[in-house]
C-alpha cells in the first residue's frame, strides 16, 4: 500500500500540510511519516498525535518530530515563513488549553502570529472586559469556550471582526460531548459568528488562514 | 367522568391553584371549567389556553374568565391576597415576552410583586450594565431567553441571589425547539443557576414562590 | 412596553441592523415597526417576515416596506452605501434559493457587491467545474446546501480563500431538519470552513460582513 | 502561562470559590493549586478531582489538602465560618450518594448547615412517608435521583418550599447518561420543581446558597 | 389492488381484529372497510380513524360504524363475546384519557371487563392512596402517564402484578413528544414494569389480552 | 451511614429481593452486604456485579456467595421455593446470552420452571420454526434479542400469550447502545408486545413475576 | 435566474431524469417545467409534487403532466423504452403504498419490468411464506416498511439476491419519523440488507436501475 | 449450552458464513469455534474478532486461523473457490482502511475479485479524477468514508453502476460515532446510493456479492 498523499495543498490553497493522526494504525502511520521524513523541504503538522502513537514511530522518526503534549500536535521540517495578520486566541476556561494551543499550533506552523489570552469566560465579567480593547486589534478572534459558550455571543456582540467559534467537549453531564457549546455557538445572539466542528481547533487556525487569505491578496492588489 | 380535582394544593403546598388547557379535550375542559367557576371562594387559574379552546367554552363561564391573549393564560374569581417578596422577570428579547408574561401573570395571580425587563440580551451589553443594579434588588430573578441563552450565565456571574432559568422555543435551526437554550443554562458557568422545562414560565413562577415560602416562614420566625 | 433597541448596533460593530419577525406577536411587532419608522435615517433590514406578519402590519407602514417574498426580508428606509469587497452565494440545488436569497438581501442591503450562483451541486460535477474559476475570484464564499451538503467540502478544496457553510432544511427523511447538512459541513474534509445555524442566510452575510471588515481596516491602514 | 482566577466571586456573590479539576491537565493544575496554595486566607474547594490528579500533585500541596474520595472533592485553607439556613439532600438510592456527597461537602465547606437522607426512593414509598415530616422543615430541599426521577415529583408534590432537583447517571440503558432522569425532572408534575445539570451535586449546593442568600439579606433587613 | 387482510388472527392469536387507520389514504381505506364489512360475523376494530378519515368512508360504510371521537376508535359488527378478567386503566391526568380510552374501547371490543381511573397523578399523592386497594384487585393495571410518568413507578411499587406502562406525548418542551415519559417508565425502580409504545393504548390493552389468554388458559386446565 | 433497605419488598409485592450492584462503591456494597450477610432466612439478589465488585467484598461474604461471571449475578442465602408457571427465555444470537442469563438466574432465584432458548433469530427461520411449538407452551414468553430485534415481532405474530421483549446493547454502528433493538420493539408490528429497558434481563424476568402473580391468584381463587 | 438542468445525467448515468419537487417554490418550479417541456425528446419524472404545486402550474403544463396522486409523482413527455430486468417491490403494510408507488412509477417512467406484493409484513408471516418463491424470482427486491422494519430482514434470510430496504415514516411514537425503521434496518441480522433514506422510493428504483446497469453491461459483453 | 449454527446459510443465500465475535464472551466462542474447526468442508469467516479475543481461544484453535489484525478478521478452512465479478473498495482516507479491509477480507473469503483504492477523498480532488476511468469499469463499488462522506455523492454522480456506502466511525466531534457519514450518504444527492451500517465493512461485502448473485443467475440463463 503506497500513501496516496496530496501534496499539493499548500500551493493550492495556501493552507497548512497536516496529517489527522486518530483512527489512524501504526502501520499505516509509520509508512506515511516516513515518506513524509524524506522530504525535508516540505514541512508537515501532525495534529491528534497520542503519546502512545508518538511511542509507536520508528525512533529515527520521532527524534525529528517536534511534539507538544498538551495540544497532541507535531512539526517535521520546521515552520513556514512568517506572514502578514494577527489572530487572537481566547479560550473561556483553563480546560479549554488543549483544543485553544491545537489552534497556537497550526498558527505557529504557518507562520501566523498569535496570541492566546486565557480564563476569561463571562462568569466573571471584568476579567472580559479588561482585555477586550486589546483582543479587538486582531484581524482574526478565535474563542474557544465549552458548556454554554456564552463567550462567543458576549465578544461577538462587542466587536464586529472575524470571530470563528470553537466549542469544546469541557464539562459533565449535559455539556460532556460539547454539543450544547456546537448549539450555543450555532444559535448565538451574536450575529455571525462562524463555527468549526468541537473540539477542531486546527480547523479554527485554518479557518482563520482562509481569512487572512483573502486579506493578503486584497492587500498585494492595493 | 367526574372530575378529580386536587382542591388542598394551595393550603397544602402554599401553590398556586393552575389547571394546563394544553391538550385537554373541550368536553373535559367544559365540565373542569364548570367545577370550578361553581366556587367562586377558590381563584383559579387556566395555563395554555388556546384562543380556540376559549372561544369552546360555555359562553356563561367564557364572560368570567379573565383572559391574556399573549401568556394564554386566564383567571378565574381573581386574584389572590398581596404576600411579601418581590420577583423580576428578565427577558432577552422581545421574542421571549410570551413565556415571560405566562411567570407575570402567575405572580400576579399569587400576589407576588413583579417587574418585567424586556429585551436586554448580552449581544447588545450595555442593555444589561444599565439595569443591572436595579434587577439585583429583586429576591428572585428569572431569565426568560432562547436560542443560546447567554443572559442566564451572566446575570449568574453578575448577582448572588436565586437565578431561575426559563429556556424558550424561540429561533429556528438548532435553536427551534428550545433545546439549545435548555442545555446551555443546564451547563451554565455562573454557579448554582437553576432551571425549568423549555417555555415554563408557570414553572419558573411557582419556583419563585417556593423560594419566598421559604423566605417567609423563615422570617415570621424571626 | 417601550422597545428596548440596540440602535447602537451598526456603530458599534459596523453590522446591519436586522429585526428577527420570526416568533414575535403582531403588537410587538407593529410597536417596532411604528418605533424604527420614525427613523427616516435608520435603514433596517427584517428577516423571517411572514406573508401573514406583513399583512398584519399597520398600512402606512407595509407601504413603507421593500419586501421579497422568496427571502422573506423587508427593508426600510433603503439600503447602505457601497462598501468594498464581493461575495459569492452559491447554492447547491434550486430549493437552497430561499436561504441563499436571504444572505443576498443582506448584502444587498449592507451595500457589499455579490452574486448568486445557483444549482451547482456535486452530482453533475461539470457545473461547479464551468464555475470555480470564477467563483475563486470572490473574497468571500458563502456555501448554501442542503441534504449532504457534499459541495461545500469540494469547494473547500478547490479554493483557499474563507468559506461559509450554510446547511438548508432541504429534503425529507434524514435531511428534513437540516442537521445532516449541518454536521456534514462541521465534519467537512476541507480544512477550514466555517458553519452557521441552519437555514441562516442572514448570519452568513454578516460572517462575510465581519471578514471584509477586518479586510477594510487593514486596507485602510496600508 | 499564568492563572487568572477570578478571586472576588465570594465578596461578589457570596458563592464558595470553587476549582472544577475535570479536564484540566496535570500542569495547569499544579499551577493552579501552587498559587492558591499561597493564599492561606483563602479558602477554596475543588471539585471532580480524581484520585489520579490528586495523585499528580506536587506532594507538599496534596498533603495540604482535606480530600474526599467518594464525593471526589477537596478542601484547601478550612471551611468557611457557619451561616444561617439548612438544607436537606435527599437521594433515592445508594448509588447516588457520590453525587450527593458533592453537594453535601460544598455546602460543609460553605458553612451551611445541611443533613443527607439516603435511599428514600418511591419503589418503597413507606421510606419516605416516614421521613417526609423532617425534611420538610428545612430550608431548601435537595433531591438527588436518576433512573425515572420519580422521587422528586413526589416530593414536589408533598412540600411547598424550594426543591432542587440533581439528576444522576445512575443506571443501564435508556437511563445510561442521565438524560431520562433529567428530563423526567424537567417535565416534572410536581409544580415549580427546579433542576441542575446531571451529576451537578455542586451547583445544587451553589443554587441552595443562592436561595439562603436571598433569605439572609431579607432577615437582615427585618 | 386487492386487500390482504389476516384474518387468521383472532383464531391464531386470541387477540382483537383491528385495522390502524393512521397514515392510510381514502381509496385504500375505503376498499378495506367495504371488504370487511362484507363479513358480518367478523367483528373488527379501527383505531386513529380521524374525524376526517370518518366523513370520507362511503355512506352507508359510515353508518355502519359505532365510532368514538375522544378515542378515534370505531367498531363494525360489534364486539365479541364476555370473556374472564378485569383490567384497571389509570391515568395521571385528565390530559391523558383519549389514549386511555383506546385502551378501554379496544378492551370493551375484545370482551374484557374494566375500569377507568382517571386524573390520580402523584402531584397529589391522596389521589392515588384512597384508591390503590381497589385498584390492586385487578388481574392487570394499565398506567396511562405523560411527563414524567411517576405514577408507573409509584404503582409499580405498591401492587406486585402486571403493571403495563403507556406513556403519553402530553406537555410541552422536553415532554411533547412523550419521549420523556416513555424513558422514565423504562428506567422505573419499580421493578418488572413493561412499557408500550407512546399513546399507545391500543397495543396495552392487547398486552394486557396476551396476559389473560395466558391467564385463560391456565384457569381451563386446573 | 445505615442502609436503608426495603426488607417488606416479598412480602408486599411477591417479587425477588434484589440490589443492583452496578454504580455502587466498595464501601457502600460491603455494607450492604454485611447486613444482608446477617440475615440467613431472607435469600437476596445481586445483579450487575462487575468481577471487580465481587474481588473487593470481604472475603467471608463473597464466599458466602454463589456468583456466576456469563449474568454478573451473585446469589446469597439460596433461592426460594420453587412456585407455579414456567417461563421460556428466547435469544436471537449468542451475543445475547449475558442479558437471557440474568433473567434466567432471577427466574431460578425465585423458584420460576424455565428454559433458555438461544441462537434463534430470524436471519435463519427455520431454526424459530423448529421451536415455536415448544415455546408457545409456556405462560410467558421473554425474547431478548439486539440489533433489528425482529425476532419478537416475528413471535408476537405467532403466539397470542404474554410475549416480553428486551432489547440488547449487541451489535456496532446504530445497534451500539440498544436503543434501536428498543425501538424496533416498541414500534413492533406484533400487537401487544411489551418492554423492558435495555439489556435488562432481571426487569423481564420481573415482568414475568408479575404476569405470574396474578395467574397464581386466579388459580387459587378458581 | 436560469435554470441550470443536468441535461447529460441519463447519458452520463443511465439514471431517469428527476426533478424533486419538495420545498421548491412556484416561481422556480414554473420556470423549471417550462424550460423542460419545450424539450419533447426528454421524458422527465418529476416526484414529491403536492397537489397544490400541480394546481400552481401554468394550466398548459399542468395538461401535460400525467400525475399519480398517491404517489405524488407527475411524468411529462412519457416514459422511456422497456429494458431488461425486473424488480419486485414489496410491502409490510398498506400505509407504506406511497413509498412503494414511487417507486413503482420511477421503475415504470425507467422502462423497468416490476410487481407491487403489498401488505405481507411478519406479524401474520403466513402471508410472506405464501409468495416468497414468487418474489425470489426477481433480480432485485425492494422491501418498503416502517416501524420495526422486521420484513426486511427476514426477507434478506430467505432470499440471497440483492435486497434494499426503503424505510417508512408511517406508524406513531417512536415509529413516527422512520428512524427507527431505518436503524432497524440497517442493523439488520438479515447480512447484505442495503437501505435509502426514509420514504425514499425514488432512491430505491434509482438503487435496483443502477443494480440492473452493472448486470445489463456484463449480459451484453458477454 | 448447544450452539445453534445456521449451517445452511451459504447453501440457501450464497452468502458467506459468517461468526461475528464483538460482544461474545469466551466460552461461547470457544465452543463455536470448537464445534466448526471439526467441519473442514466447511469455510468460515469470524468477523470483529479483537486481539484479547484472538489470545482467548485455545490454542490449536488459535492456529488454524487465518487472522488479519488491521482488519479484525479471521478466516477458517481456507477460502471459498473463485466466482465471477469484480469490486472496487474505495476509500476517503487511511484512517477509513480498517473497514475497507474488513469489505476486501470479506471478498476475497467469498472468491470474489476486487481492488483496494485508498485516500481518495474529494479534499484533493484530482486523486478522485485520475482513478475514476478505472473504478468506473468494476461491477459494483463499495466507497468507504467518514466525516462528511462527500466522496460518495461525488461517486455516485460519476458512475451509474451499483454504489455502496459504508459511512465509518472516523473523526471526531459531530463525525465521532459515524451518525453523520450515515446521514450523508442517505441523503446524498447523487440518485441511488445504497448504504449499510455505520463501520460495516463485512456487510458492504455481502450486499455486493447480492449484487453479483443476481448477476451471475441472469448471465448463466443467457
Not at 72 to 80: F, I, M, P, R
Amino acid at each position: 500500500m503506497t500513501v496516496n498523499y496530496d501534496y499539493l495543498r499548500r500551493e493550492r490553497l495556501g493552507m497548512p500540510e497536516a496529517v489527522l493522526c486518530a483512527g489512524k494504525d501504526m502501520v499505516s502511520l509509520n509508512s506515511i511519516v516516513a515518506e513524509l521524513a524524506a522530504r525535508p523541504d516540505h514541512p508537515v503538522l501532525f495534529t491528534r498525535m497520542e503519546a502512545g502513537q508518538l511511542g509507536g514511530l520508528d525512533p529515527e522518526h520521532r527524534a525529528a518530530l517536534d511534539y507538544d503534549a498538551l495540544s497532541s500536535t507535531a512539526v517535521l521540517h520546521g515552520h513556514l515563513p512568517a506572514r502578514p495578520g494577527n489572530v487572537a486566541v481566547v479560550t473561556a476556561g483553563t480546560s479549554d488549553l488543549r483544543v485553544a494551543m491545537e489552534a497556537a499550533r497550526t498558527l505557529h506552523f504557518t507562520g501566523v502570529s498569535h496570541k492566546v489570552y486565557a480564563d476569561i469566560g463571562v462568569a466573571g465579567l471584568w476579567r472580559l472586559t479588561e482585555r477586550i480593547e486589546e483582543i479587538s486589534q486582531c484581524d482574526v478572534i478565535i474563542v474557544v469556550a465549552g458548556m454554554d459558550a456564552a463567550l462567543a455571543s458576549v465578544i461577538g456582540g462587542l466587536v464586529g471582526k472575524c470571530v470563528i467559534g470553537v466549542p469544546t467537549s469541557v464539562g459533565y453531564g449535559v455539556a460532556a460531548d460539547g454539543t450544547t457549546a456546537l448549539n450555543a455557538m450555532l444559535a448565538s445572539c451574536g450575529q455571525g459568528v462562524m463555527v468549526t466542528n468541537i473540539d477542531n481547533g486546527f480547523g479554527a487556525a485554518c479557518a482563520a488562514i482562509r481569512v487572512l487569505n483573502s486579506l493578503m491578496i486584497k492587500e498585494s492588489s492595493v
